[in-house]
T-cell receptor, first 111, second 112 residues
């Protein structure tokens, strides 16, 4: 089993739709969790960290379920500019050397 | 100006050649990383460095070596390039506190 797995995608949704991405991780010792966004042929950029209590940043909501080892990202009112690949990232320790990246889920928001 | 820069941005080389990819950062971060990205796969860690005197292997270090010339510079070398090293290579930095990683624009490498 891969350490971090994500919905295979691609997701094609109309503007204004709500879309949810799922991510599961295998290492129960994982300490911190992130969603990164990667545009085509560009570098990944941090979208948001994921906190135990869940957190929201505008149209984006991240949830963490440690018992199920599951992370989610919800995007409301999708914009064309949200089209990108979304990477789930898990850090299994506090020393910064064990960032594990999921393969990503590609989102296309259609006009 | 970009905080994390990589050179070259694109490189075509032949099997057996030695090449070096360079990374520089102006963020003042101690931690630097080299990753490769292949289509359909997540980023894979090649090497990481927490300071100039600290170099560590990642999950796929075979066939690669690194040099941390200064806090701001971290170079990746392919000693004898082979076609399955064709990939997109990213350098990243972090400050170790927030754990956020800041990536360079990437180097596209093609080994023929």
């Amino acid at each position: 089993r891969k350490e971090v797995e994500q919905d295979p995608g691609p997701f094609n949704v109309p503007e204004g739709a709500t879309v949810a991405f799922n991510c599961t991780y295998s290492n129960s010792a994982s300490q911190s969790f992130f969603w990164y966004r990667q545009d085509c042929r560009k570098e990944p950029k941090l979208l948001m960290s994921v906190y135990s209590s869940g957190n929201e940043d505008g149209r984006f909501t991240a949830q963490l379920n440690r018992a199920s080892q599951y992370i989610s990202l919800l995007i409301r009112d999708s914009k064309l500019s949200d089209s990108a690949t979304y990477l789930c990232v898990v850090n299994a320790d506090n020393y910064g050397q064990n960032f594990v990246f999921g393969p990503g889920t590609r989102l296309s928001v259609l006009p | 100006d970009a905080d994390v820069t990589q050179t070259p941005r694109n490189r075509i080389t032949k099997t057996g050649k030695r090449i070096m990819l360079e990374c520089s950062q102006t963020k003042g971060h101690d931690r630097m990383y080299w990753y490769r990205q292949d289509p359909g796969l997540g980023l894979q860690l090649i090497y990481y460095s927490f300071d100039v005197k600290d170099i560590n292997k990642g999950e796929i270090s075979d066939g690669y070596s690194v040099s941390r010339q200064a806090q701001a510079k971290f170079s990746l070398s392919l000693e004898s390039a082979i076609p399955n090293q064709t990939a997109l290579y990213f350098c990243a930095t972090s400050d170790g506190e927030q754990e956020t990683q800041y990536f360079g624009p990437g180097t596209r490498l093609l080994v023929l």
